[in-house]
């Protein structure tokens, strides 16, 4: 057998770990899953490095992908809620091909019908990402579990450019309007500092004083 060192097995490990998420990313390419974009996820990468949050909470868990970057990135341990089945296998294959079985746990189920999955568990970050005509009501249900001084990160918030666009389809229309409704809802929230970034779909920062 071939000796190698630490250090060569942490590459090859690495080089590995990194070809799997490849392989994610093609598959959400391939079948339209909305996972964050580059942009976005360098922001998230950033928040998580300089904030540390050791517990996070996430809606919209897709395929694992946002979920397995935030715990790797700051060690947290990471609880991501789906409600799609498809959507729930996949991520179960995927955090577990990951070997983070242990720091990522999938709660199948829609966000809104959580009762007691969540009982006795704080948050130092919640990753707001999944119907964006909810986003005022996970926003509201969550945040009760949030740590003082913890942070809510919100994706899409300016939705491809739709929010200053001239929309026809009145699903549409109603959508972007509600997502109007929690941008307002955030600014004029006295409890949070809230900014609006224009990277990726947008992203609002959100801190509780
Ligand atoms: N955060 C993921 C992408 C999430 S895409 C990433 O960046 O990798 C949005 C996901 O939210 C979809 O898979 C959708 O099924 C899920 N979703 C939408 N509304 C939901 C709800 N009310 N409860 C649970 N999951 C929801
Ligand atoms: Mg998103």
Redesign the pocket.
Known sequence: MVEISDEERNVLLNLKFDDYVETMRDYAKEHN????QDEGLAFLKAIVKLYKPKRIL??????G??SSMMSIYSDAEVYT????PI?YEQACKNIKALGLENKVHIIFK???EITNELDGLDFDMIFI???KG?YTKFFQKFTTQLKDKGIVVTDNMLFHGFLDAEIHSRNLRQLVGKLKKYHEFLLTNPDYDTSIYNLGDGMALSIKK
Not at 33 to 36: G, S, W
Not at 58 to 63: L, Q, R, S, T
């Open positions: 899953v909305p996972i964050i996430e809606i919209g868990c897709a395929i992908y946002s809620i789906e409600r799609d959507m829609d966000a809104l990402d999944a119907a909810q």
